[in-house]
C-alpha cells in the first residue's frame, strides 16, 4: 500500500499535465487565429480602399472633364471658327488650350465632332479627321441631349475616360466636342497612396492583337507578354514580372472571382515564398461591358513571419510557465504524499498494535473460557460422585422400614436429589460441549427397545401426573441402527421429560417414524406431542440457546437450566440432524428432529 506513492503522483500530474498542454494548445490557436483575422481584415481594408478610391478618381476626373468640357464650349474663338467651318483657324486657336488642358489638367484627348458623328478635328495627336465617332460615349451623348461619360478601351488597350457634350451655340445644336483622358495613372496613383501592388488586366477578344504587339515591341515592353493567358493580357504592373505569382492570381480569378465573387479576398503565395492577399476590381466600361480586372496585392509576409515568431515566443513562454507550474506541484504533491504516507503507515502502526492488543485480550478471554469450562466439567463430575453416594443412600434408606412421615421426607430428598443430578448432568454435559469435548460413540443397537425403555422410564413421572404417555413406531423403521443410543436416549429424555414438566392434564404422544429424503438417504423423525402450556412463537429460536427459557417467570415454577434443548439441538446436529419446534401459547406443544441413518440388516 505504501508502495502507490507514484501511483498517486501520477493520477495527480498525469491530468495535470493534459490540462496545461491543451490550455497552452487553446491559448496559442486563438492567439494566431486572432492574429490571423487581424491580418487579413487589414488586407481587406486596404483592398476596399483601393476599390474606393479608384471610383473617387474617376468621379473626380469626370467631372473635372466635364467642367473642361463646359469651359471649351464657352469659348467665343472657338466657337466662330466651328460655326464657320474653318479647321485651320480652329486647330490654330484650339491648339493652345488643349497643351494649357494637357499641361495642367492631363487631358489627352479634344475632338471637335460634326452632328453626323464625323470627326471634324483631332485636336491631338495624330491630327485626323473624317471618321464616323460612334462610340458608347458619342451614343449616350446623342441619345441623352447632354453629358456622355465613362472609360472606354481602345484596340491598343488604352483606358481612356471620355466625357462627350453636345454644343448648343445660340440655343442651337451645332455638334460635339469631346475630351478624354488616359487613366493609366490610376494604378500608379493607386500604388503610390496606398502602398500595394497592382496588374491591369484586359480581355484579349477586345483588343487588336496584332497592332498591340507591335506597339510593345516599339514600346520596348517585352515583358508583357500576348500569350501569357488565354482570355485576358497583362497592360500594366506595378512591380516586376513574376510568372508564378502572376498565375496564380490569373487562376483565381478565373476560379473564384467572376463577376458575383468580386468582393472576396484570398491568399495566394508567390515566386519567393511572400504572400499575399488578393482581390479584384472588375473595369467595367462606359456600356456596362466588362472587359478585364485589376488585380491588387497586399505582401502580408511580414505580419505573417511576425506572427510566427511571436507564436514561438508565446509557444516557448507557455512551456517555460507549464515547466515551472509542473514542477512547483510535483514538489507540492511529493509534500501532500509525504505526510499521506506518514499519517497512513501511523494508522497501521496503531491498528497493528490495536490488534495485537485485541488479540491478546481474545486470546485470554478464550483461555479463561476455557478454564472455566473445564472447571465446571471437572466440578460437575466432582460433585456428581458425592451426589450418587447420596442418590445411593437414599435408596438403600427407601428399602429400610420407615414411619408413613419418614418415607414422604425421603421421597421429597430423593426427588430433589434426582433433580440435582440432572442438573449437574447437564452442566456437564454443556461444559463439554463448549470446549469441544462432548462425546459420541456408535454402536448398532436396537431402536424398538430404546425407545420403548426410555418412553416407559418416564411412564411412571407421567402417571404421577396423572398425565396418558403414549408412544407408537411406524411398522418401516428399521430395529437395527447404528448411532449413538447413549446421546438419542439423551435428547428423547430431555423432550419428553419437558413434555411432562410443562403440561398440567392431557397426553404426550411419542413416535417415530421414517422418511426418504433422497435415494440414498433415509431419516428417523421423532415428534414428542404435548397438551401443556405450549412456547410463543418469537421463542421458538431462543429455547434453543444455553440458558434460556421461555418464561423468565416460569422458572420457579417448573425449575429447569436452560440447558436441555441446546444441548439436545447440538446432539442432533452434530449427528447430521435436525430440530423443530410448532407450537402457540396455550396450544401444547410439538418437537420433532430428523436422525440420518445407516442400518443394519
Ligand atoms: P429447562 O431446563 O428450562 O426445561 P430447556 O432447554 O429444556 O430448559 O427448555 C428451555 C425452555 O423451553 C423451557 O424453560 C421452557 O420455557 C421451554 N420448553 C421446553 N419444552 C417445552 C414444552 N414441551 N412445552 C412448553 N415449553 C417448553
Not at 40 to 55: C, D, G, V, W
Not at 160 to 187: H, N
Not at 380 to 387: D, G, I, K, N, V
Amino acid at each position: 500500500m505504501l508502495d502507490k506513492g507514484e501511483n498517486i503522483k501520477r493520477r495527480i500530474l498525469v491530468p495535470v499535465i493534459i490540462a496545461l498542454v491543451v490550455i497552452s494548445t487553446i491559448a496559442v490557436s486563438i492567439t494566431y487565429r486572432s492574429q490571423t483575422q487581424r491580418i487579413q481584415l487589414s488586407a481587406t481594408t486596404k483592398i476596399s480602399q483601393a476599390r474606393l478610391l479608384l471610383q473617387m478618381l474617376l468621379k473626380k476626373d469626370t467631372e473635372l472633364l466635364s467642367s473642361l468640357n463646359n469651359y471649351v464650349r464657352q469659348i467665343p474663338a472657338l466657337q466662330n471658327d466651328w460655326l464657320k467651318g474653318d479647321k485651320q483657324a480652329l486647330l490654330h486657336n484650339a491648339l493652345p488650350v488643349y497643351n494649357e488642358l494637357n499641361k495642367r489638367y492631363g487631358v489627352t484627348h479634344f475632338y471637335f465632332i460634326a452632328k453626323d458623328t464625323r470627326c471634324f478635328l483631332r485636336v491631338h495627336q495624330p491630327n485626323r479627321s473624317g471618321d464616323v465617332i460612334n462610340r458608347l460615349t458619342m451614343q449616350k451623348a446623342i441619345n441623352n441631349k447632354a453629358m456622355g461619360a465613362g472609360v472606354e478601351l481602345g484596340p491598343l488597350g488604352t483606358l481612356t475616360l471620355r466625357v462627350v457634350y453636345p454644343w448648343y451655340i445660340k440655343g442651337e445644336l451645332t455638334g460635339y466636342i469631346e475630351l478624354g483622358q488616359e487613366i493609366d495613372y490610376a494604378i500608379s496613383s493607386l500604388h503610390k497612396m496606398l502602398g500595394l501592388e497592382l496588374v491591369l488586366l484586359l480581355k484579349k477578344n477586345l483588343l487588336d492583337q496584332q497592332r498591340w504587339v507591335d506597339t510593345m515591341q516599339k514600346l520596348g515592353r517585352e515583358n508583357l507578354a500576348w500569350q501569357q493567358f488565354n482570355t485576358h493580357v497583362i497592360i500594366d504592373r506595378t512591380m516586376g514580372k513574376s510568372p508564378k505569382l502572376e498565375t496564380r492570381l490569373y487562376d483565381e480569378y478565373t476560379l473564384n472571382h467572376q463577376a458575383s465573387k468580386q468582393g472576396q479576398i484570398s491568399t495566394i503565395t508567390g515566386d519567393d515564398h511572400r504572400h499575399f492577399s488578393t482581390g479584384f476590381i472588375p473595369l467595367i466600361d462606359a456600356g456596362g461591358n466588362d472587359v478585364g480586372f485589376i488585380a491588387i496585392f497586399d505582401d502580408i509576409t511580414p505580419d505573417q513571419l511576425a506572427l510566427q515568431s511571436f507564436s514561438t515566443t508565446l509557444i516557448l513562454s507557455l512551456i517555460v510557465i507549464a515547466i515551472i507550474i509542473f514542477g512547483g506541484f510535483y514538489r507540492y504533491i511529493d509534500k501532500i504524499e509525504q505526510s499521506l504516507l506518514t499519517s497512513v503507515r501511523k494508522l497501521i502502526e496503531a491498528s497493528l498494535a490495536r490488534e495485537a492488543v485485541l488479540k491478546q485480550a481474545n486470546n485470554a478471554t478464550a483461555e479463561a473460557n476455557q478454564l472455566k469450562n473445564r472447571f465446571l466439567a471437572n466440578m460437575s463430575h466432582e460433585l456428581r460422585t458425592p451426589m450418587n453416594g447420596v442418590m445411593g443412600m437414599l435408596q438403600v434408606l427407601h428399602e429400610t422400614p420407615l414411619t408413613e412421615q419418614q418415607s414422604g421426607y425421603l421421597n421429597v430428598a430423593l426427588d430433589s436429589s434426582r433433580d440435582l443430578s440432572k442438573l449437574i448432568s447437564d452442566l456437564l454435559d454443556f461444559s463439554r460441549m463448549e470446549c469441544g469435548e462432548l462425546i459420541f460413540e456408535k454402536h448398532t443397537f436396537d431402536l424398538h427397545t430404546l425407545f420403548h425403555d426410555t418412553v416407559t422410564g418416564l411412564a411412571e413421572t407421567a402417571r404421577k401426573k396423572g398425565l396418558q404417555l403414549t408412544e407408537q413406531i411406524s411398522p418401516d423403521v428399521p430395529v437395527k441402527i447404528s448411532a449413538d443410543p447413549h446421546r438419542l436416549k439423551q435428547v428423547l429424555n430431555s423432550l419428553i421429560g419437558n413434555a411432562i414438566k410443562f403440561t398440567q392434564q392431557g397426553s404426550i404422544a411419542v413416535h417415530l417414524g421414517i422418511r426418504q429424503v433422497e435415494q440414498e438417504e433415509t431419516m428417523l423423525v421423532f415428534h414428542v406431542l404435548d397438551t401443556g402450556i405450549g412456547v410463543a412463537e418469537q421463542m421458538h429460536e431462543q429455547i434453543f440457546s444455553p440458558f434460556i427459557q421461555a418464561d423468565g417467570s416460569s422458572t420457579r415454577h417448573y425449575g429447569g437450566s436452560g440447558l436441555g434443548l441446546a444441548i439436545a439441538k447440538k446432539i442432533i446436529e452434530q449427528a447430521g440432524g435436525k430440530i423443530h419446534i410448532d407450537s402457540a401459547a396455550g396450544e401444547g406443544s410439538c418437537f420433532y428432529f430428523t436422525l440420518p441413518i445407516t442400518h443394519e440388516n
